[in-house]
């Protein structure tokens, strides 16, 4: 049911999800302190289930259903034995039992009685015959963790870190997505478009005008908006095998990532240069056109992988690495020697190679961190 309403509610020492139909009408919630889902009508569990998925994918499976691989499910404590209340024992007319448990106050003494006459001991009860509750098993230690190497210290053993000091980090609540904040209907090239009066009103007009004078155009702005446009029409074929893309990430400051696509296989920040009938040869820093000479050329994308990797783990209870794509478009051939871990370069074509990649992120996740990056709320303090 993807009309249902997932809302957060804190208050009386409780942090909690409550899934609501549409009227108002909660029918489940899920405590985040104690892991537990509850469902109030046994008809909407499934719904349930998939509603607080989206929201917090790290929650475990209600109770039937089969636990992620991977995850042991936590040791159940056996049951504490049940003390039956007195009022029932004296009506089964429990005598010797109940006797030894309560005692008769003693008697008044009369005038001129020695009240250590009226006062004798009591023997105590027997204990086969009085047995109280037995204590409940002590809790099994959590596994210690192995030590690790500290490299501060030359690569000595660390001592592993205290039970309470490992918690399960605590995503913010996303925003409601809204028309205006949805990432998802923006083209490739939007920041170019918007510079070349592409969009907007007279589109149309200036797109037929410009036709004409195209030929005397030498702005380099339209070679690096087609090119924008061939790498999405490539990221788009990856949409038939599971993966999600997003064009034109609007960043603070004005900058914005290229291409975001998102799958089983990870999150990849795609970055696009048009090297029109170029030959280009990529290595140790420095970028060669043709039989010109090598010029410096930064490979470096962490500082758009590590914005988007802030923007999505804020909203995300897990991690989310993400990696650099550069693209060259329009180039003749290209010749890549060495490049820094976490980036690929590539032509436009062999962006298909990224589609058989698997095993970072389970379907779940990936509608999760979809969902937060397509929100334009979600960028906006990285």
């Not at 015959?129 to 230690?141: C, D, I, K, L, N």
């Not at 997505?177 to 918007?194: F, H, K």
């Not at 702005?219 to 087609?226: E, H």
């Amino acid at each position: 049911m993807q009309d249902l309403k997932v809302t957060s509610w804190q208050l009386f020492g409780h942090d909690r999800l409550y899934v609501n139909l549409p009227d108002g009408t909660a029918i489940g919630w899920a405590d985040r302190g104690s892991g537990t889902i509850t469902v109030l009508h046994p008809r909407y569990r499934d719904a349930v289930a998939d509603a607080l998925a989206r929201q917090v994918p790290d929650l475990p499976a209600l109770v039937g259903e089969d636990a992620p691989a991977g995850h042991p499910a936590p040791p159940v404590p056996p049951p504490v034995p049940r003390i039956p209340p007195m009022r029932g024992m004296r009506k089964r007319g429990a005598g010797p039992d109940t006797a030894a448990v309560r005692k008769p106050p003693p008697p008044e003494p009369e005038s001129g009685q020695d009240m250590a006459a009226v006062r004798k001991p009591v023997p105590p009860p027997d204990p086969e015959r009085v047995r109280g509750p037995e204590p409940a098993p002590e809790p099994v230690a959590a596994p210690q963790r192995a030590p690790v190497p500290d490299p501060a210290s030359g690569g000595a053993e660390a001592s592993a870190p205290a039970p309470e000091a490992v918690r399960r980090r605590r995503p913010g609540v996303l925003p409601v997505l809204t028309p205006g904040s949805d990432l998802a209907s923006r083209r490739p090239g939007a920041g170019l478009r918007e510079q070349l009066g592409e969009g907007g009103t007279g589109a149309l007009v200036r797109a037929a005008t410009g036709a004409l004078r195209r030929h005397k155009d030498g702005d380099p702005r339209r070679g690096a908006l087609a090119g924008e446009r061939r790498v999405g029409a490539e990221l788009k074929r990856l949409t038939r095998h599971g993966w999600r893309v997003l064009h034109s990430v609007p960043l603070p400051g004005g900058t914005e990532i290229g291409h975001l696509l998102i799958g089983p296989g990870g999150v990849f920040a795609v970055r696009t240069d048009h090297r029109p009938g170029a030959s280009v040869r990529v290595g140790d820093g420095t970028l060669r056109l043709d039989e010109g000479d090598p010029q410096p050329y930064a490979l470096d994308g962490s500082p758009d992988a590590r914005r988007a990797r802030a923007a999505l783990e804020a909203y995300c209870a897990f991690d989310v690495p993400v990696q650099t794509v550069l693209v060259f478009t329009g180039v003749t051939a290209l010749e890549v020697v060495a490049t820094p871990d976490g980036i690929r370069v590539c032509r436009e074509r062999q962006l298909s190679a990224l589609t058989p990649l698997t095993g970072v992120f389970t379907l779940t996740q990936v509608e999760r961190i979809y969902d937060v990056a397509r929100n334009a709320e979600a960028w906006l303090d990285v």
